[in-house]
């Protein structure tokens, strides 16, 4: 692992780069091509070069290694690290939070650790609200990883708005999923239209997953949205391609990305005034072709 890196400048010297590390396990297999993370490590790439420092991905070693991860990084000179895609309750994980190494984190919280997240509880509410509002009333929910604070939120607001419009959410209804796991996506939602009386509409728990759901629905031979509705959550160019495109939750990636470089080097450079509060970025709903009005 390269830590340091000289570069030449034009006077012939050499300038030192500082080095921040990017925590990064991602589990669905997309690796640093996933739609939505890749677009957040562009963006606190192009932050972090500009304010003088270079990338370095952590390389995480089994549970119960000799070295914690901040001592690895501190062996490597890396300044600070982006705890951005993994298992965030990991033993791993919450050591490094804990070390003392100026780290900043996407989507979860630490205590005392700076943290960029989006406005779940928001986007949520936006996406029931709007599915209610073209009629339906027969609302499931397949969320993500349940160690998850952004699973947690979701869940927790999916059932508030439901509430809030005196609407029935059969224990069925909700479904233990996983992130990007097109594969688990496909079976919960066969579970869900094979139930007695199924769901009219569905909240996936991302917008990869909709690849999985549209398997599903061909092979009960449904069509979307007329027989059935779906939406995800992201925002990720690729679903906007499709016809039609995803009813979804835009997240702001590239805002993120770039607070997450800005509260690491700040952390780094002048810690005793950093702020370490969380950063949350507002959400957007895009209507798309997925959701059917009753």
Same mark, same amino acid.
């Given at each position: 692992?390269?830590?340091?890196?000289?570069?030449?400048?034009?006077?012939?010297?050499?300038?030192?780069?500082?080095?921040?590390?990017?925590?990064?396990?991602?589990?669905?297999?997309?690796?640093?091509?996933?739609?939505?993370?890749?677009?957040?490590?562009?963006?606190?790439?192009?932050?972090?070069?500009?304010? !003088?420092?270079? %990338?370095?991905?952590?390389?995480?070693?089994?549970?119960?290694?000799? #070295?914690?991860? =901040?001592?690895?990084?501190?062996?490597?000179?890396?300044? !600070?690290?982006? %705890?951005?895609?993994?298992?965030?309750?990991?033993?791993?994980?919450? #050591?490094?939070? =804990?070390?003392g190494l100026p780290c900043v984190s996407v989507d979860h919280i630490y205590k005392g650790v700076p943290a960029v997240l989006s406005d779940n509880e928001t986007g949520v509410q936006k996406l029931v609200d709007y599915a209610i509002s073209m009629g339906h009333r027969r609302i499931a929910f397949i969320h993500g990883h349940n160690n998850s604070v952004v699973t947690r939120t979701r869940v927790g607001q999916f059932g508030n708005t439901m509430g809030y419009h005196s609407l029935p959410v059969p224990k069925d209804y909700i479904r233990d999923g996983l992130y990007h796991d097109i594969a688990c996506t496909r079976r919960h939602v066969l579970e869900l239209l094979r139930l007695p009386e199924p769901p009219t509409c569905i909240l996936l728990p991302d917008d990869m997953t909709y690849f999985g759901a549209q398997e599903a629905a061909r092979e009960l031979s449904l069509r979307i949205p007329e027989d059935i509705s779906f939406a995800g959550y992201d925002g990720i160019p690729l679903t906007q391609a499709l016809k039609p495109t995803l009813t979804t939750i835009r997240q702001n990636s590239d805002d993120m990305g770039r607070v997450a470089a800005r509260l690491l080097t700040d952390l780094i450079e002048r810690p005793e005034t950093a702020s370490r509060k969380p950063r949350i970025f507002t959400v957007e709903l895009f209507e798309g072709g997925t959701m059917a009005r009753l």
């Open positions: 692992m390269t830590a340091m890196n000289h570069a030449p400048n034009p006077s012939g010297a050499s300038t030192l780069k500082r080095s921040l590390g990017i925590l990064y396990q991602d589990g669905s297999g997309k690796g640093l091509t996933h739609p939505f993370f890749s677009l957040i490590m562009e963006a606190f790439k192009v932050e972090a070069e500009a304010r !003088g420092y270079e %990338i370095t991905f952590i390389n995480m070693g089994p549970e119960g290694q000799d #070295a914690s991860i =901040a001592e690895h990084c501190r062996q490597c000179g890396i300044e !600070g690290a982006c %705890i951005l895609c993994g298992d965030f309750v990991s033993p791993q994980y919450k #050591a490094l939070a =804990a070390s």
